[in-house]
């Protein structure tokens, strides 16, 4: 089994989740968070002794899934939350070692 | 070393906190998410073009221990998350490559 | 590729900030969370059956780096964060399977 976790802007969120809905996606989780990446180096080094705070709003989303189904959902995701510009985000997968339901008791795959 | 990350309903954080400090556990995070699940898709398939956006506010708990700890926790989690009802939420399990402490710079389970 | 996972104190994000940016970071994502750690167990087992929810406000942070830079990450946000007292906090490292660059597609250290 797979984590999916991906930082994307904001205000792509439904896109994104109706991309995931679209392939059935069984479930994820959102948090809000704020980051700076890249596109916050742009006058990069002239600001070494003096640059601002600037963290941005981003939001993270949480996905656990079978392996089988890691890379569909990786891209269905690339593709929802792409607009072409800094600042897009990236995505990541982890390993996961055990998954089990609280409802229900049941591990691995059946637990999601 | 383990990493137990658990989504469960907001409204049992205090019973499950009860749960692992009972078992004298060392430390544990918690944020403030929002998800939707299995139990959003109960209506599936007739919603596949207007359904509506329905994320549910969820808790997130964060937790790191040795590997011989962490069927317990995981176990006093589950049972003290437990409800019965959809919605109840799942325990994930990750291997740690490192850690560190902050305060003293002691590593591995030495850290914890 | 590694992921950094680091608990602090709140009030140290802007001295970790700084120490990032300085050794040239790419990116970083935060959060506001709570926890609770061994500086709250100080007068267990007192309080075994009457303690009080006692969740503390910390700050988590996510950092994605090539294996090659993780430990001069670590070690810069491990000095930067440091104040000597109980509730520093934690910094933890896990393996990263795959990154995605949302942006170009580009996969692995290229991605970040």
Redesign the interface.
């Given at each position: 089994m797979?984590?999916i976790e991906?930082?994307?802007q904001t205000f792509m969120l439904?896109k994104v989740?109706d991309a995931l809905?679209?392939i059935?996606l069984?479930?994820?989780?959102?948090?809000?968070?704020?980051?700076?990446?890249?596109e916050k180096?742009e006058s990069?080094p002239h600001h070494?002794a003096d640059?601002t705070?600037n963290?941005t709003p981003?939001t993270?989303i949480e996905i656990?899934c079978s392996a089988a189904d890691c890379d569909k959902i990786?891209e269905a995701l690339?593709k929802a939350?792409?607009t072409?510009?800094?600042g897009?985000?990236?995505?990541?997968?982890?390993?996961?070692?055990?998954?089990?339901?609280?409802?229900n008791?049941k591990q691995g795959e059946e637990?999601?």
């Open positions: 797979k984590k991906a930082y994307i439904n989740e809905r679209a059935h069984h479930g994820m989780s959102v948090m809000d968070i704020r980051g700076f990446g890249r180096d990069y070494t640059y705070v963290f981003k993270k656990i990786v690339r939350a792409h072409g510009r800094k897009d985000g990236k995505i990541f997968v982890y390993e996961v070692s055990k998954a089990v339901s609280i409802l008791g637990a999601i």
